[in-house]
């Protein structure tokens, strides 16, 4: 059975750093892509960066947040830094099954963690 579980959320004034972190279990070892979503009140579920089993990796926020995977801790992290208050919303971690390869569409994500909350005050 897959889980993903973020931690690492919460308040932090403009300008701030966070670092999300997202342990996962049952997933094949070294072979899985992370993806981060977030997503707002009363909007729909958008990425924000991917990393592929490859390491290869894509952003929304480029510059300011880095995604990286430690396959030795089956954890992967979300460094945020420079946050602005429109970077307030749920974040979320995903994987995929039976591919090292991420995509941009949260509907091609097989596994979901249960979201951290993220609060940039100005």
């Known amino acids: 059975q897959v889980q993903l579980a973020e931690s690492g959320g919460g308040s932090v004034k403009a300008g701030g750093s966070l670092r999300l972190s997202c342990k996962a279990s049952g997933l094949p070892s070294n072979s899985y892509c992370m993806g981060w979503f977030r997503q707002r009140p009363g909007q729909g579920r958008d990425w924000v960066a991917l990393i592929d089993a490859d390491g290869d990796t894509d952003y929304t926020q480029e510059g300011r947040f880095i995604i990286s995977i430690d396959y030795n801790e089956n954890t992967g992290y979300l460094q945020m830094n420079n946050l602005k208050p429109d970077d307030t919303a749920m974040y979320f971690c995903?994987?995929?099954?039976?591919?090292?390869?991420?995509?941009?569409?949260?509907?091609?994500?097989?596994?979901w963690g249960q979201g951290t909350q993220v609060t940039v005050s100005s």
């Open positions: 995903a994987s995929r099954r039976a591919t090292g390869i991420c995509v941009i569409g949260p509907g091609n994500y097989d596994y």
